[in-house]
Each structure stands twice: as structure tokens, then as C-alpha cells.
């Protein structure tokens, strides 16, 4: 028998770490791979958050690697629909028990975060909501973190500037559930204690809606504007009876929440927009080396602009990375959670933090108003108030 040494211990191990340099053996079989279950409407008509969302998740591994921490990234994608809460609670509860996932993230509408917000709450598990954007939201499970932005933080800015800019009579329309009522309050508020007065307040249903008669009604008050909140998604059919109800020829400015002009529709509304003063915390115009990099990226990916809530995913993955990155080995929710509040970076909407009380971000709302360049609408910022925290309602 011919004689084959046997290698020693030192041998062997000499080996494994001269494979390891080599990156033979890939390092994220080091760690447990940091599973991040993102729970969006891929479909039925909340769509594009969903479309949105998932493109900017994907973007940001692909500008900042598969892996972190030593940890290998893999995202478990679900499409919950947008319209059952106890859908998205059942998935979130797949993913924690049989996915078992380091983070949940994603949720596109209110009812939808809240439904799943217990299930982090009992498995301890960070949520990353991206979208959703009612006040309450972050009070309703210590493991809840928004990237996104909240209703009445955005909400207040374009009270204040329309009472300092003529508007005497304007009627609010928002859609009838959480974050429309957020809208409206906060507008109401803000808007008569600068001694202005609301004309009348109305409501749409959530599912199904027809806005035609709502415009009617407004236009028959005989407002100077009309504040508008309606999820994204929404943006076009209103502004279409806006213009079939011949409100802008009679006199009648559109206000609002930079949801009514989102970017993933603005190109379709076409010129009725033009002229829509919003406030928001992301226009895919942002002027910024951030932004243009991003909307750059975005595009030349996915061939449809970016909208924020394609920026609430983006920032949200920065946050999980971030996180897992500070709080290293053995991170557990508690940490990973930890690890968020406080944080701050440069995003392409401009600077954030997370507000370590309330888990919500802390970010500049600009002023815009839809123009038109180059052949194409766009909100360009002409006005801001940095450091904006959520009021509350
Ligand atoms: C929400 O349901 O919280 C929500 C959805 C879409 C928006 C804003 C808020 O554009």
C-alpha cells in the first residue's frame, strides 16, 4: 500500500484559513443569515407601494452587497394584497415562526401595520414600517421603526404656508380611515390657529372610491383651494374629476400632501398638476449628489421614477444594515431595535434621524409645487422646515 501522510491538526487548519482568505469558503457561513421578511401589496390596487417598495430594497443590496456583518442578506418577499389586516397578520406570523426572519419590514397601508404590529411585539421581532403613516403607528409595539415619514409631520408645513399665501377658504377632502383623518385634523388645526377657516371637511370611503360627487361638493362650497390627502395610488383619479368638475377654471387652487402628486403617477396626470403646491419629505427632483445617484440608479433598474415610498424601503434597508452592523454578533431584536434609535444618515430625501422616543424619522419637509421640465411634471422644492418631528394629532 502506498504510504499517503496523514496531515496533521496544524496542517488541516493552516488549510481552512488559507481557503478562507482565498474566499473559498464564503464568510456569511460564518453567521446565521439575517432574514428580513418584507410584507408588501404586490397587487389589487395599492400595487405601486408594493412595485415601489421591493424595486428599492433590491436597488440598495445591489449598491451595497448581498451580506453585512459577516451575515448573508436574503429578503422574503410576500405580497399581502393591501385590503385584508388579518393577511398580513398571518404572513408576518409565517415568517417570524417558519421563515423564522431577523426583521419584518414593509407594510403599505395603516390597517395592515397595525394588524401585525402583536406579532412583533410577542416574537421580538424589529418591524420596519416603510410606508404606513399614521401617528400611532410607532405607539403600538416598542419593536416598530419608520423609515418613512409620518401623516401629520408632512401635513403641517402646508397649512402654514397656505394660510401666509392668500388662502382664505379652503375645503379638505382625505380619504376616510387613519392617515386621512391625521391629514385632516392636523390641516384644521394648523390652518385656523393661523386665523384662517376651514369651509367644510369631507371624506371618501377607502375601498372603491368615486370622487366624482365628493368634487362636486367641494367646488359647490366655493372654496379658493381644495387640501387633498388620498394614498398613493390614488393621485390621478382625483385630480381627473378635478379636472372633469372644472374646479381649477373656477378659481380653485389644489393643495396638499405630496401623495396626491406622487412620482410613480405624476407623468400620467399630465397638465391639470401643474400648479399643485404639496408638502413632503421626498420629490424624485430633490436636488442633492444623494438623490440624483438614486433616481439614476432607480431608473436605469427599473424604468419607472422612484416615489417615496420607493425612498421608505430604500432608507429602511439602510437602517436594517446599519443596525445589524453596530450591533454585531448575536444581535437580537432588543439590540437591532436599540441599534436604530438614534440613527442618522444622508438619504436621497435629505438628512433623517430616528427620533430615539418615538422610533419616527426626523427629516426636512420641503414646499414643491408640480412644474413642468423639460416636457415632464415634476415637484420642484421651493421652500423648507428642517428638523420636522411628528406633532402628534
Ligand atoms: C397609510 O395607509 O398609512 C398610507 C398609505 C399610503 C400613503 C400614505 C399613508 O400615501
Same mark, same amino acid.
Given at each position: 500500500?502506498?504510504?499517503?501522510?496523514? /496531515?496533521?491538526?496544524?496542517?488541516?487548519? @493552516?488549510?481552512?484559513?488559507?481557503?478562507?482568505?482565498?474566499?473559498?469558503?464564503?464568510? #456569511?457561513?460564518?453567521?446565521?443569515?439575517?432574514?428580513?421578511?418584507? %410584507?408588501?401589496?404586490?397587487?389589487?390596487?395599492?400595487?405601486?407601494?408594493?412595485?415601489?417598495?421591493?424595486?428599492?430594497?433590491?436597488?440598495?443590496?445591489?449598491?451595497?452587497?448581498?451580506?453585512v #456583518?459577516?451575515?448573508?442578506?436574503?429578503?422574503?418577499?410576500?405580497?399581502?394584497?393591501?385590503v385584508?389586516?388579518?393577511t398580513?397578520?398571518?404572513?408576518?406570523?409565517?415568517?417570524?415562526?417558519?421563515?423564522?426572519?431577523?426583521?419584518? #419590514?414593509?407594510?403599505?397601508?395603516?390597517?395592515?401595520?397595525?394588524?401585525?404590529?402583536?406579532?412583533?411585539?410577542?416574537?421580538?421581532?424589529?418591524?420596519?414600517?416603510?410606508?404606513?403613516?399614521? &401617528?400611532?403607528?410607532?405607539?403600538?409595539?416598542?419593536?416598530?421603526v419608520?423609515?418613512?415619514?409620518?401623516?401629520?409631520? +408632512?401635513?403641517?408645513?402646508?397649512?402654514?404656508?397656505?394660510?401666509?399665501?392668500?388662502?382664505?377658504?379652503?375645503?379638505?377632502?382625505v #380619504?376616510?380611515?387613519?392617515?386621512?383623518?391625521?391629514?385632516?385634523?392636523?390641516?384644521?388645526?394648523?390652518?385656523?390657529?393661523?386665523?384662517g377657516k376651514?369651509?367644510?371637511?369631507?371624506?371618501?370611503?377607502l375601498?372603491?372610491?368615486?370622487?366624482? /360627487?365628493?368634487?362636486?361638493?367641494?367646488?359647490?362650497?366655493k372654496?379658493d383651494?381644495?387640501?387633498?390627502?388620498?394614498?398613493?395610488?390614488?393621485?390621478?383619479?382625483?385630480? @381627473?374629476?378635478?379636472?372633469?368638475r372644472?374646479?381649477?377654471?373656477?378659481g380653485?387652487?389644489? %393643495?396638499?400632501?405630496?401623495?396626491?402628486?406622487?412620482?410613480?403617477?405624476?407623468e400620467?396626470?399630465?397638465?391639470?398638476?401643474?400648479?399643485?403646491?404639496?408638502?413632503?419629505?421626498?420629490?424624485?427632483?430633490h436636488? &442633492?449628489?444623494?438623490?440624483?445617484?438614486?433616481?439614476?440608479?432607480?431608473m436605469?433598474?427599473?424604468h419607472?421614477?422612484?416615489?417615496?415610498?420607493?425612498?421608505g424601503?430604500?432608507?429602511?434597508?439602510?437602517?436594517?444594515?446599519?443596525?445589524?452592523?453596530?450591533a454585531?454578533?448575536?444581535?437580537?431584536g432588543?439590540?437591532? +431595535?436599540?441599534?436604530?434609535?438614534?440613527?442618522?444618515?444622508?438619504?436621497?430625501?435629505?438628512?433623517?434621524? %430616528?427620533?430615539?422616543?418615538?422610533?419616527?424619522?426626523?427629516?426636512?419637509?420641503? +414646499?414643491? @409645487?408640480v412644474?413642468?421640465?423639460?416636457?415632464?411634471?415634476?415637484? %420642484?422644492?421651493?421652500?423648507?422646515?428642517?428638523?420636522?418631528?411628528?406633532?402628534?394629532?
Open positions: 500500500m502506498p504510504h499517503v501522510p496523514v /496531515p496533521t491538526r496544524r496542517a488541516v487548519l @493552516k488549510t481552512a484559513i488559507a481557503a478562507l482568505a482565498a474566499g473559498l469558503v464564503p464568510r #456569511a457561513f460564518a453567521a446565521e443569515p439575517l432574514k428580513i421578511g418584507l %410584507i408588501l401589496p404586490l397587487t389589487g390596487p395599492f400595487a405601486s407601494t408594493g412595485k415601489q417598495i421591493e424595486a428599492a430594497c433590491r436597488l440598495y443590496m445591489q449598491r451595497n452587497g448581498d451580506s #456583518a459577516g451575515r448573508k442578506v436574503e429578503l422574503i418577499v410576500k405580497d399581502d394584497t393591501g385584508a389586516p388579518e398580513t397578520k398571518r404572513i408576518a406570523q409565517e415568517l417570524v415562526v417558519q421563515d423564522k426572519v431577523t426583521v419584518l #419590514a414593509g407594510f403599505g397601508l395603516t390597517p395592515l401595520a397595525l394588524a401585525a404590529a402583536p406579532v412583533a411585539t410577542q416574537s421580538k421581532t424589529p418591524m420596519v414600517v416603510m410606508a404606513a403613516a399614521t &401617528s400611532i403607528i410607532t405607539t403600538k409595539s416598542p419593536y416598530i419608520r423609515s418613512g415619514f409620518t401623516l401629520p409631520q +408632512v401635513t403641517w408645513p402646508i397649512a402654514e404656508w397656505a394660510a401666509k399665501n392668500g388662502i382664505k377658504r379652503p375645503v379638505t377632502l #380619504a376616510d380611515y387613519a392617515p386621512g383623518l391625521d391629514a385632516e385634523k392636523t390641516f384644521v388645526t394648523r390652518f385656523t390657529s393661523a386665523g376651514v369651509v367644510e371637511s369631507l371624506r371618501v370611503p375601498r372603491n372610491p368615486d370622487y366624482a /360627487p365628493f368634487l362636486q361638493r367641494a367646488k359647490d362650497a372654496p383651494a381644495l387640501f387633498v390627502f388620498v394614498p398613493s395610488g390614488e393621485g390621478a383619479a382625483v385630480m @381627473k374629476q378635478f379636472a372633469d372644472g374646479l381649477k377654471q373656477a380653485v387652487r389644489m %393643495i396638499g400632501t405630496g401623495d396626491v402628486v406622487d412620482d410613480d403617477l405624476l400620467s396626470m399630465g397638465d391639470v398638476a401643474v400648479g399643485v403646491v404639496t408638502s413632503f419629505h421626498y420629490s424624485a427632483a436636488k &442633492s449628489p444623494e438623490n440624483q445617484a438614486y433616481v439614476e440608479a432607480f436605469k433598474a427599473n419607472f421614477r422612484p416615489n417615496f415610498h420607493s425612498v424601503g430604500y432608507d429602511g434597508m439602510h437602517l436594517i444594515y446599519e443596525a445589524a452592523t453596530k454585531g454578533d448575536g444581535a437580537d432588543d439590540k437591532l +431595535v436599540a441599534a436604530m434609535k438614534g440613527m442618522a444618515w444622508t438619504s436621497p430625501r435629505g438628512p433623517v434621524s %430616528i427620533d430615539p422616543a418615538t422610533r419616527d424619522p426626523i427629516q426636512t419637509v420641503y +414646499v414643491r @409645487k412644474e413642468m421640465v423639460d416636457g415632464k411634471p415634476w415637484s %420642484i422644492e421651493f421652500e423648507k422646515f428642517d428638523n420636522v418631528k411628528d406633532p402628534g394629532v
